[in-house]
């Protein structure tokens, strides 16, 4: 491109599943009608996603002053394409089958409702911060909440669930009555539930300001058919995080101008499964990828 021109910042990402590195440039991008806007992006010199099919990553944070760079939904408002620097997001449970879900940018309709529930984001942060009042796992004869206050990351790019470890040991020994096994890694930093069989699904629910939401289908995910798990993974760090089973049962709004996160359950997400494909072979070197 002709009018494309490097920028003096350069980038480093690191992620749980890989990393990239490289440059910013900006240059005129071209939307629906020809309406023309600049768009700074990161053209990527150095890349390891072993398991990321993806071309490219959008990232949707919080705030962007402390990298001195607009984020995609901030440079979208500012060419006046949305009038407003929030956005939503929606998943679908057969990833790959063009259900997958949706990116909307801007308000929308689901959220024009009273009474949803939602939670303050933490300011002044670059990830999308609210505070839990505690979660539970329950099963048919078993229920084990905690009511502890946790600060977690609600991040769209997370296909687990990370939560703290003291949960870990209250539940450890329930394992046997939910037909699910845990497994360390190497580092004995990390503690994951693996569970096989679908019929004894325990259902995780989650206390937000009051209201509690519940993921029946917390680690259940179709990609072509065939059965695929996303497991909660519990960790010593300080580090806890709602990634894609949040996302599968909730459509979210990222709300920028008021400050919260707001959830509208999904009504199309809790399809039968296919059991005969519930239980598959579980390579340990890549539970922690």
């Known amino acids: 491109s002709s009018t494309c021109s490097k920028t003096i910042l350069s980038f480093h990402l690191k992620y749980e599943t890989g990393e990239g590195a490289g440059d910013f440039y900006t240059d005129n991008f071209y939307y629906i009608n020809n309406r023309e806007f600049k768009l700074v992006f990161g053209l990527a010199t150095q890349t390891y996603f072993p398991t990321n099919v993806a071309d490219g990553i959008i990232g949707l944070g919080h705030t962007y002053e402390s990298n001195n760079a607009m984020l995609f939904i901030h440079m979208i ?28 940018i801007g308000k929308h309709n689901d959220f024009s409702k009273s009474n949803l529930p939602s939670c303050p984001v933490k300011k002044e942060e670059d990830l999308w911060i609210c505070q839990l009042n505690g979660f539970g796992l329950k099963t048919s004869a078993n229920e084990i909440k905690t009511k502890n206050s946790y600060n977690v990351i609600f991040d769209t790019g997370t296909n687990n669930i990370f939560l703290p470890m003291d949960y870990f040991n209250q539940i450890d020994s329930q394992f046997p009555k939910i037909n ?76 920028k101008e008021n400050e919260k996160l707001v959830f509208y359950p999904e009504q199309n997400i809790n399809k039968q499964l296919n059991l005969e494909n519930s239980e598959k072979i579980i390579d340990k070197k890549n539970l922690f990828s």
């Open 77 to 104: 408002n500012a060419a006046g394409i949305s009038n407003s620097e929030s956005f939503s997001l929606k998943f679908g449970n057969n990833i790959g089958s063009g259900t997958s879900g949706k990116l909307i």
């Open 180 to 255: 699910c096994i845990s497994i360390t890694n190497e580092e004995q930093d990390k503690f994951q539930i693996i569970c096989r069989a679908i019929v004894e699904l325990p259902i995780f629910t989650f206390e937000i300001n009051g209201n509690t939401l519940v993921i029946p289908n917390y680690y259940a995910f179709t990609r072509n058919g065939q059965f695929y798990f996303s497991n909660v993974i519990f960790t010593k760090s300080e580090k806890y995080i709602i990634g894609t089973p949040f996302f599968l049962s909730y459509h979210t709004l990222f709300d």
